[in-house]
């Protein structure tokens, strides 16, 4: 029984940003005698349905965004005969959606990390059930990554995950209520001994691909003195210390790895974080901003981030402690306006963002948005014979880019203002200027490069609606990642040492 696991993926760039890492977590998690699993990323390339034989086992894991393409590859898998296995988020919400269009024998929810063993030795029987309840594993069960199955040069960012579960509830987000609230950390050490051996094997950007880096707040532990909660004080100051202790060994790397995480904006209010966080070589992080006004950040249960000055400020902390800011806003909000495009394309440039992305709303799967869109919808939209609540099933060249009306803008409108803002934040003029902290015009011209490269494969991709325009993005972007690709490349450092242990400290 050969086991293939694929990523699926409607559009292939021959070189992919980041490692699909669940990959080769369950590479780590296949027992020897199962054989090694070939893993199949179609962000590379698509998968060759020929090599499947009778008997092979196909492993799929799939989010929303991906799930038809997956359910495409499934039937074809079980069509040749294979034993069709499906996982992933979207798995988890909708395992009979995988087995009714995906022809799936076997689904996993949650973690596959432990119950993955299980599924191989059913499957080798012939007798595979239905379902598999992964649930979710502690930390220190995590199966570290097998780097040693990585392909030569196809990679630009490697993927090491340290925290699982965020504390929030943001009613746009699914990671809460898939992952939880309780946040799972990884042993440093372990954590520590991955991103060594990546860096030993020539990858010098790692992204730590957690759900929220900064899974306790100041204003979590003030809450707890408050209350003299001590036990919940003492849980809250260990988790906290193994940060700083995972940055204190991080920040004994060679200088010239670069991580980048996803953090909340609290962090900003923590010196102490961030002072950790720099000298961690932690450059850069995804922070949600969501929304530039008060009745937007209400909407989607975000009140615990700022507006106005106080957005800026917060934004240009991380920048003064020369951790640079992905900012994430969304648009569509049914408190948007037509003005608040601009407004946010401006705030955008005064707090210094050095990358943005700018996502139309829509009601993921598992969210609290989605329950309330799919409850309250009437007269639901029907599209290729699929109703609108199941958008993911409508092939991608029919999907709506807008899923509830909106009381001020038609869905044209408020495309074309979000493609206008990404066009203006990704003009050639401002992302040279916003290059200017770096020092050598090589890294400027790099900076310039991924800029355009995020745009191509983000914004253009994702917003166009018709398929010729998609291809051609898919394109430009194939071109751009092979010329990005050379940059991020480094000479491997076979010898690197671990880092060494530090005595562990209670950060104040
Ligand atoms: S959006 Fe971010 S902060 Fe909010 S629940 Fe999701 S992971 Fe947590």
Known sequence: MRIHLVNPSDV????????????????????????????????????????????DLVGISIHTGNALRGYRIGRAARGRGAFVVFGGIHATLFPDEAREHGGAHAVVTGDGDLVWQTVLDDCDRGNPQPLYAGGRVDGESFYPARWDLLPKNRYMWASVQTV??????CSFCSVWRTDGQKPRQRDVSVVVREIVELRRQGFRFIVLADDNFYPVTLADLAAADRRADKAQHAALTRIRDERFELMARLEQLPNDIV?????????AEDPAFLTAMRRAHIRGALVGI???????????????NETGDGLVERLQAFRAADVHVLGSFIFGLPTDTPQTFRATADLAERAGVS????????????????????????????VDGVPLTRYWLIPPEHRPRVYSPHPMMTADELRAHTQAVWDRFYGLNLVWTRSRFL???????AFVLISKLYRQMYANTGIATDSARIQRSALRARWLARCAHRLFASDPMPDLREPRRVPAVTIP
Not at 37 to 52: A, Q, R, Y
Not at 259 to 267: D, G, K, L, P, R
Not at 360 to 382: H, N, S, Y
Not at 439 to 445: I, T
Request: with cysteine; hydrophobic share 40%; proline share 9%.
């Open 290 to 304: 969501e929304s530039v006004t008060p009745e937007g950040l209400k909407a989607v249960f975000k009140n615990f």
């Open 259 to 267: 991580f980048y995480t996803q953090i909340t904006m609290e962090a």
């Open 164 to 169: 699982r579960g965020c504390p929030k509830h």
């Open 439 to 445: 020092k050598s015009v090589r890294a400027r011209l």
């Open 12 to 55: 292939s760039f021959g070189t992919a940003v980041i490692t699909p890492r669940w990959q080769y977590v369950l590479a780590a998690a296949t027992p020897a005698r199962h054989g090694t699993p070939l893993l199949i990323d179609e962000t590379l390339d698509p998968i060759d349905e020929e090599s499947v034989q009778p008997g």
């Open 355 to 382: 990358f943005a992305q700018f996502v139309m709303l829509q009601p993921l799967p598992g969210t609290i948005d989605f329950g309330r869109w799919e409850r309250e919808a009437t007269d639901v939209p029907v």
